[in-house]
């Protein structure tokens, strides 16, 4: 099932602000929100769509690529398993603090005095993110590609599976916060009492304390390992792209969520073939007597050979076009064009019998040139098939 456009599933314009976009999901939020809507099903699915929609729109940098690539700018294609679709309740949680205040959790925490946080009434850390480079050929960008890397990264300590404590009896609770993860200040004010939340000082928002460190990790949850990532990248991206999967970057501390793989495309440069945004250029040398006389010739594509005929006649700079030959959108079923830019190849070194056919040529009159018939220029060419 595709996705809702972003700014539809908020209901603001493409032109909207920061303030409206954050203003569009709190009201969202709020509406679908589980703890206002327990057991409703479709109440959740809207929630976390809205979610995704603002994980998206609220960043300078996912936005653009939004706005440019569309999802599978920000890793919505299908299967790829990037960007906004890897949120879980836990990442949509964690957003809260910015649009609600205080330290996240549910909205209605302040509204009305209840609900949780974003683990079991608790904060959780999360861990950083990871930038890879991943090299593509002209093949893979055109038909899309299935990487395995191998990266080096924090990863969640087997010994304490995350926790950081030496064995279960080793965690307690926190006293001062009673395993809430924050703690109320009630302070006044001209305008009467006024109550705030902080994260806990003492456990740092977990709602534990370790009595006993983890002997491997010494009570930091995470140890220095190596994964192998599975890379799904969808057709048609570009150099400089870059993709996103959720979850996967560096593990968190004490067991939170961990942070996000972020993928940066580069292309490695063809042997023959050029790439001009979405179509494929190829320069094409064929002889004086070919291109006088007509020839049929093969030439490489993307997916292999292809025969192309030279009408006789033919003139150095003639663009001859294979449609669909060239490189997908992204995000589409439309594919570009290859171009072939058809040069005559003249020979440097001549045998007598090669010259004296050539001086008899030139004094025929059919092989002397005939300005203004072939008046456009080859940058006019160019610009005509591209455009």
Known sequence: ???????????VAKSASAEEIKKAYR???????????????????KFKEAAEAYEVLSSPE??????????????????????????????????????????GGS???????????????????????????????????????????????????????????????SVSTCKTCGGSGSVRRVTNTILGQMQTTATCPTCHGSGQQITAKCNSCHGDGTVRGEETITINIPAGVSEGM????AGKGNAAPNGGIA???????????????????????YDLHVSIPDAALGASVEVPTIDGKAKIKIEPGTQSGKLLRLKGKGIPEVNSYHRGDQIIHVNIWTPKALNSEERALLEKLRESANFKPQPGKYDKSFFDKMKEYFE
């Not at 099932?1 to 209901?11: A, Q």
């Not at 703890?35 to 699915?45: G, L, T």
């Not at 009434?121 to 593509?136: D, E, F, M, S, Y």
Request: proline share 2%.
């Open 1 to 11: 099932m595709s996705k809702r456009d972003y700014y539809d599933v908020l209901g």
């Open 27 to 45: 009201k969202l939020a709020i509406k679908f929100h589980p703890d206002k809507n327990p057991d409703d099903k479709s109440a959740e699915d």
């Open 62 to 103: 996912k936005k653009q690529r939004y706005d440019q690539f569309g999802h599978a700018g920000v890793g919505g294609a299908a299967g790829g398993g990037y960007g906004g679709g890897g949120m879980n309740m836990e990442d949509i949680f964690s957003q809260f603090g910015d649009i609600f205040g205080g330290g």
């Open 107 to 169: 909205p209605f925490d302040s509204f009305f005095g209840g609900g949780g946080q974003s683990r079991g009434g608790r904060r959780v850390a999360k861990g950083t993110n990871l930038r890879i480079k991943v090299k593509l050929t002209l093949e893979e960008i055109a038909n899309g590609a299935e990487k395995k890397i191998k990266v080096n990264k924090q990863v969640s300590c087997k010994t304490c599976d995350g926790t950081g404590a030496k064995d279960k009896g």
């Open 242 to 245: 870059q993709l996103s999967m």
């Open 259 to 281: 942070g996000d793989l972020i993928i940066l495309i580069e292309e490695t440069p063809h042997e023959t073939l050029k790439r001009e945004g979405n179509n494929v250029v």
